[in-house]
């Protein structure tokens, strides 16, 4: 090596150093500054594992941050992105009610578009090394939008459906197999109604199988014949609806109903977006040990949730510090515990020391929990702008 070349290698190593150093200074200074902050997290409420879940995140941020953690709990989050857009409306650039607020999607895309988000700021949080961005791209791009480190992953997410066994001998698997199941068994199929986000995923779902060319789904939805393309769609569910739950005249109000439903006896097939969804109901008593997961043939819709931070919260820094945890591997480790939540991780396994991956060989995958393999392949969500066309759509044909 020429001493032109010692001379650079010294002032890479340095300067890398220095960024090493720098990071872990600002670090420092964040959870100086976020000591003693509370932080209003905007979350969906349905759900008492999930709660439960934040719960335990709670008391474990206050004990080693000095942060308080306030679930906020709300039935759609999209209730929070209109608040957050109005405080913008009317100037108030700071003291926003919210500090932290659970969103993917079109609420990602409502966010970025109308500047509502603090950041970047991902890269800037330790754990956010451990994030598996290689083989989960969904980190990167939530749906078609990039991300751009506005919003920290949290837990993955894959549309699956669940049949109990002690009834249902063969599961359908794809759309029109579920309208010949739908059709031998009368009264004992039904989805969600949209906007609920299980109903909006199911006409994803349906439509990604029914489309005679997806293209246009991935590109905005003004740029789409949307008449041409959903056809399919509505002629579908106007021949499922007939032979669903209530003959199609009501529908649930989400996936919690839906498992409800499926424990009564009164339907026959339920889906989450939470692979490991059938599995946790089963330790907590709330479906039968005879339930199982399954998945369509061509695959399924998938995606990544995430945390962001409205820009005018107050909090930032206590904000940045819950979501640093929640992508910690104590915390991704408990969540995928299937006793505990069972959401799949967000982190890359073979990035993690031996002990913080024995953490996940601790945890319970539970009777119902599909392989990787048995999960198959995965579906890219739509572009954003479909989910509110979509939704229109299917409230102006069929909400009562």
Known sequence: MTPNHWALAATLTATLATGTALAETDWTDTLE????????????????????????????????????????????????ISQILSEKTAGRDSGGAADLVWINGENFAAM???????????????????????????????????????????????????????????????MLDLLDFAQQNPGRVTYPAPPAFHGTTFLKQALLELAADRAPLYEPVDDADFEAVTEPLWAYLDLLHP?????????????????????????????????????????????????????????????????GI???????????????????????????????????????LDKLSDADRALFEQGSQGPATLSADELGAVLREPDASWVPALERAWQQRYAR
């Not at 939008?145 to 920290?152: G, H, K, S, W």
């Not at 009501?250 to 692979?275: K, R, V, W, Y």
């Open 33 to 80: 500054q976020a000591q003693g902050q509370t932080v209003y997290f905007h979350a969906w409420g349905g759900s008492d594992v999930i709660n439960d879940y934040l719960r335990w995140a709670a008391e474990r941020i206050e004990d080693d941050y000095d942060v308080t953690l306030e679930h906020v709990k709300v039935a759609e989050i999209g209730s929070a």
């Open 112 to 174: 970025k578009d109308n500047e509502l988000l603090f950041g970047p700021f991902t890269q800037n949080l330790p754990n956010y090394e451990l994030v598996d961005t290689d083989n989960k791209p969904t980190t990167l791009y939530d749906f078609t939008t990039p991300v751009d480190n506005l919003e920290a992953p949290w837990g993955m997410a894959q549309l699956v459906f669940m049949a109990d066994t002690a009834r249902v001998d063969e599961t359908p698997r794809s």
């Open 243 to 307: 032979f669903m739950w209530r003959n199609g005249e009501t529908f649930t109000s989400g996936a919690p109903e839906m498992t409800q439903l499926l424990n009564d006896g009164e339907i026959m097939l339920s889906l989450s977006f939470n692979p490991n969804d059938a599995s946790n109901a089963i330790a907590n008593g709330e479906l039968p040990d005879t339930v199982r997961t399954y998945v369509h043939d061509a695959g399924s819709i998938g995606n990544t949730h995430f945390v």
């Open 310 to 348: 409205p820009y005018n919260s107050d909090s930032t820094a206590a904000a940045q510090v819950v979501a640093n945890f929640l992508m910690s591997p104590e915390a991704q480790a408990y969540k995928a515990d299937t006793q505990v939540w069972g959401d799949p991780t967000v982190l890359a």
